[in-house]
């Protein structure tokens, strides 16, 4: 069952097309925008909440509870981490 509970969200600039990265784990890049997380190195700040063009306004849950996407299977317990 998928819930969320409100957080703290900070608004940043879309580093790249984010219209199909709803939930998706991201991170800053270096012009101070943000991007999708895609290495395992990734350092993530939050979990996007909508879904920006290039450029736009990315609203990101720094904090609280919310929903995530992956593109894998997730296991209760296991730590998410980004890439492959």
């Known amino acids: 069952m998928?819930?969320?509970?409100k957080g703290f969200k900070a608004s940043f600039k879309a580093g790249a097309d984010l219209s199909s990265?709803?939930?998706?784990?991201v991170k800053l890049s270096a012009a101070s925008t943000v991007t999708v997380c895609?290495?395992?190195?990734d350092?993530?700040?939050g979990v996007l909440?909508?879904?920006?063009?290039?450029?736009l306004a990315?609203?990101?849950m720094?904090?609280?509870i919310t929903k995530v996407s992956a593109d894998e299977a997730l296991t209760v317990g296991r730590?998410?981490?980004?890439?492959?």
Do not use: H, R
């Open 21 to 25: 990265s709803q939930y998706k784990l």
């Open 58 to 60: 990315a609203e990101v």
């Open 43 to 45: 350092v993530p700040i």
């Open 79 to 84: 730590p998410i981490v980004t890439g492959k």
């Open 49 to 55: 909440q909508n879904a920006p063009y290039s450029g």
């Open 2 to 5: 998928a819930y969320q509970i």
């Open 62 to 64: 720094i904090a609280g």
């Open 38 to 41: 895609s290495d395992p190195t």
